[in-house]
């Protein structure tokens, strides 16, 4: 893929998350907000029904109150009076009916004990308070118009009379309320009103909307407090719930019903929960996903640079002996040559020496590719690690020897029997050995240790070559990865040597790692368990 497209498409992956996650995270918000708004609106619906059924009671209990005297001094009550009487007359010529009409107010004056009002604040100081009763008395009648035999007299008879007497008018009625509500004004507000009442009714009015949460309350009158409050109420001026309670016939009021949800933010993130977490839930797959996405990108991209090196160098290395074969057979050929016996095995040997090298190249690269599939024979047997080192320096001490440098060994393991392949182990020594002689710009300086822990026997290879970095040290097991030098021939190779060591060696229930500084060397470590 082209650096350029790559760079762009993972920038464009990049703003689509950020504007995916922005996007959820605005409306988890805008959602808190919108539930915040229902909230308030239904908790000021609710205030308005308690106060409104708080005032309802109020006047019921006075006019319940009064009702009560009213009859229990019975007949008491002075000679009616009517007030006034208005009437109307209407007469139909094609029926020859006369139809009479009269609405009057009759006035009934009561002594109504002061003890019912609980003060003398109504009258003066005497023992009773006047009070009176007006009641509306309706009256239709129709009148007949008869004339006699004569045809000259004439007679009313009447025909229909409907009488009603009920209560005052919604004027009236009006009228009443103030003069209790005034009443009312004078008394102390925790005798209007309990808090039992107050807490009973917003409980009903907030359950029958679904409010289910904590709240407390308190009455205010000219913003001070009053005794009429919860036990843990306290005045918050932006979490607090005000509405006006017994108002008169202006609107007009003193007193205010303030409530306060100390855990609303919970309620409404409680709300909002299920859709909030599905939607972090999705938020999150996409981010895996995304990330899984870019790692797959990069690490294709990285496998796909690796490989290419990797064919390069493999090139580079089949194209030594490739030559030096051909090189060796048209020697061969030659009819100066080839009467030579001596030098014609001479070239022979390098021939085979030659495919020997290119065989064991081509084995390397499917013995790795096998162990992958699981499809390498292991099996396994018991030797001795410090026989397993024997063998493996002795395939590597000529090379070493030819460069002036040296591997000395230190087996001072008490037991070194394990459960091993004889073949694959001598491998993965030899494969330590020589990655320490190429490793090594001078001549090479390689220490082998061995020791015991516990039940395990730990191999020491230290040489004092390139040493690594850091960078490299955590991909230095990988396969085909080598560190770049420079040129990438400079050190002969595939990358698939250490890959081997790694898949070996937990085939065998081992460890394998490293410790590299740099300039100063690197030291591998093998753990196996011992028998």
Same mark, same amino acid.
């Given at each position: ?112 004990? #002061? ?8 009258? #003066? ?10 009641? #509306? ?331 690594? #970095? ?62």
């Amino acid at each position: 893929m082209n650096k350029r497209l790559f760079i762009l498409l993972v920038v464009l992956m990049s703003i689509s998350l950020i504007g995916i996650i922005f996007v959820q995270g605005y409306w988890i918000k805008q959602s808190v907000e919108d539930k915040e708004e229902q909230f308030s609106g239904m908790v000021m619906e609710v205030l308005s029904k308690v106060a409104d059924k708080i005032e309802k009671r109020e006047l019921a209990d006075y006019t319940s109150e009064l009702l009560k005297i009213k009859d229990s001094i019975g007949g008491h009550a002075k000679t009616p009076e009517l007030l006034k009487n208005l009437f109307f007359i209407e007469r139909d010529v094609n029926s020859n009916e006369i139809t009479y009409y009269s609405h009057g107010i009759l006035e009934e004056n009561y002594n109504i004990p #002061s003890t019912f009002f609980d003060n003398n604040n109504f009258g #003066s100081s005497a023992d009773s308070t006047l009070v009176k009763n007006f009641t #509306s008395i309706r009256n239709k009648t129709i009148f007949k118009e008869e004339y006699g035999l004569d045809g000259k007299s004439l007679s009313l008879t009447p025909v229909q009379k409907i009488e009603k007497i009920g209560g005052l008018t919604a004027l009236d009625k009006v009228a009443y309320e103030d003069v209790f509500r005034e009443k009312a004004r004078t008394q102390p507000i925790h005798k209007r009103v309990t808090r039992q009442e107050i807490e009973l009714l917003l409980s009903q009015e907030l359950k029958n909307r679904n409010i289910e949460t904590g709240f407390e309350y308190g009455i205010y009158s000219n913003s001070l407090p009053t005794k009429v409050k919860s036990r843990k109420f306290k005045f918050s001026k932006t979490k607090l719930y005000p509405y006006p309670i017994f108002k008169d016939t202006d609107g007009e009021t003193n007193y205010k019903l303030l409530v306060t949800f100390p855990a609303k933010k919970k309620y409404l993130i409680k709300t909002i929960l299920p859709m909030a977490i599905l939607s972090l839930l999705f938020t999150l797959v996409i981010i895996i996903a995304y990330a899984s996405a870019i790692y797959q990108l990069i690490r294709q991209k990285q496998i796909s640079e690796i490989k290419s090196d990797f064919i390069n160098n493999m090139t580079h290395e089949f194209k030594t002996p490739i030559a030096t074969i051909n090189l060796a057979v048209e020697a061969i050929r030659n009819p100066k040559i080839i009467g030579d016996q001596e030098k014609v095995n001479r070239y022979l040997t390098m021939i085979k020496d030659e495919n020997k090298r290119m065989h064991a190249q081509v084995e390397n690269v499917l013995r790795i590719s096998k162990l992958e599939k699981n499809q390498l024979d292991i099996s396994k047997d018991r030797v001795d690690v410090h026989d397993i080192i024997h063998d493996a320096m002795a395939h590597v001490e000529l090379i070493v020897a030819d460069r002036g440098g040296y591997i000395n060994l230190h087996l001072k393991a008490e037991r070194s029997e394990v459960l091993a392949s004889d073949m694959h182990f001598t491998n993965v020594i030899v494969n330590m050995l020589d990655n320490a002689v190429k490793y090594s710009p001078e001549e090479p300086k390689i220490d082998v240790y061995t020791e015991k822990a516990n039940n395990n026997i730990i191999i020491k290879v230290k040489d004092q070559g390139l040493g690594m #970095s850091k960078a490299v040290l955590k991909k230095v097991f990988e396969k085909f990865y080598r560190e770049h030098t420079g040129n990438i021939h400079n050190v002969k190779g595939h990358g698939l040597g250490l890959a081997y060591v790694k898949k070996i060696i937990e085939d065998h229930q081992g460890e394998v790692y490293v410790e590299s500084e740099k300039g100063k060397g690197s030291t591998f470590y093998i753990k196996l368990p011992l028998i």
